[in-house]
């Protein structure tokens, strides 16, 4: 039985392709593969029978699982058509705001879309012209507000009100490597990294002062907003470090990318981070 268990491995491992299966398996190839090989195993259901359908659905979902695609040419294929928005929900998941303190979706008016920080200039033109700067006494509000908050993160819950509940309700989860927050259960916001969190709840105690619509905006708005604030931070809220870009080229089974990310290099902390196309 030993032999026969070994030369059935054998020929998995001659049929097995590895550039696209285990680690390397490309997940938009496997998308759009498994949704023509539903399709196929129906239409020949369809002309044959559901029998032969099941066959052809597990038969194509062999070659899928041993090879990595059905399609001949699939990795090509999906490089060259596939948008760019569908890759990355592949790779990443659904985009995701800032934070989105309701779990459900929320409406966002006309208004509500154009960029608050520019129209209620907390961003300025800088002096060349060229970029955006914060003004100074944004800055110091922020700054402020970092400070008095002093990476204590039932203080910048209670302070933000980034999440609509008691501080008492809070459920915080690092294990992921990010920064989640949860009430009773249900999904209330997450961040890169608890330094980013302490960023923007700083940076909605700023907002809130500085300007006077600040929580009459939608949650998701207010979202966006503190994430592109974060874009401007200058020090780190824990540790002081000031926080710094970096770009990198990453090279995925169906695209070649550029990541950009804001870290802080003393403690190792994720602010931002940027997949381009």
């Known amino acids: 039985m030993n032999w026969l268990r070994h030369r059935d491995s054998t020929v998995l491992d001659r049929v097995r392709n590895p550039a696209y299966t285990g680690d390397n398996r490309c997940l938009p190839c496997t998308g759009v593969n498994a949704v023509f090989a539903v399709a196929l195993a129906g239409v020949v259901a369809w002309v044959g029978s559901p029998l032969l359908g099941a066959v052809a659905l597990a038969a194509s979902a062999a070659a899928i699982g041993l090879r990595g695609y059905l399609i001949p040419g699939t990795p090509t294929l999906t490089q060259r058509y596939l948008p760019s928005r569908a890759m990355a929900y592949f790779e990443h998941g659904p985009e995701q705001t800032a934070v989105d303190s309701h779990p459900e979706s929320v409406d966002v008016t006309d208004g509500d879309r154009d960029n608050v920080l520019v129209e209620n200039g907390v961003l300025v033109p800088c002096d060349g012209g060229a970029d955006f700067c914060l003004t100074d006494a944004v800055r110091r509000a922020w700054t402020d507000a970092i400070d008095a908050i002093d990476a204590d993160v039932d203080t910048a819950l209670s302070e933000s009100a980034l999440v609509d509940a008691e501080p008492s309700e809070f459920v915080v989860d690092e294990s992921a490597g990010d920064f ?11 961040w890169p990294s608890r330094e980013a969190f302490l960023a923007d709840a700083a940076g909605a105690v700023a907002l809130a002062d500085e300007l006077p619509g600040w929580h009459g905006l939608s949650s998701r708005t207010r979202g966006i907003a503190l ?6 931070l200058d020090r780190c809220p824990t540790c002081g470090g000031e926080p710094d870009f970096q770009h990198r080229t990453e090279e995925t089974c169906c695209r070649t990318r550029t990541v950009t990310t804001m870290r802080c290099a003393d403690c190792d902390a994720s602010f931002v981070e940027v997949v381009g196309a």
């Open 180 to 190: 989640a927050v949860s009430v009773d259960g249900a999904h209330a916001g997450r």
């Open 227 to 232: 994430g592109e604030l974060r874009l401007f």
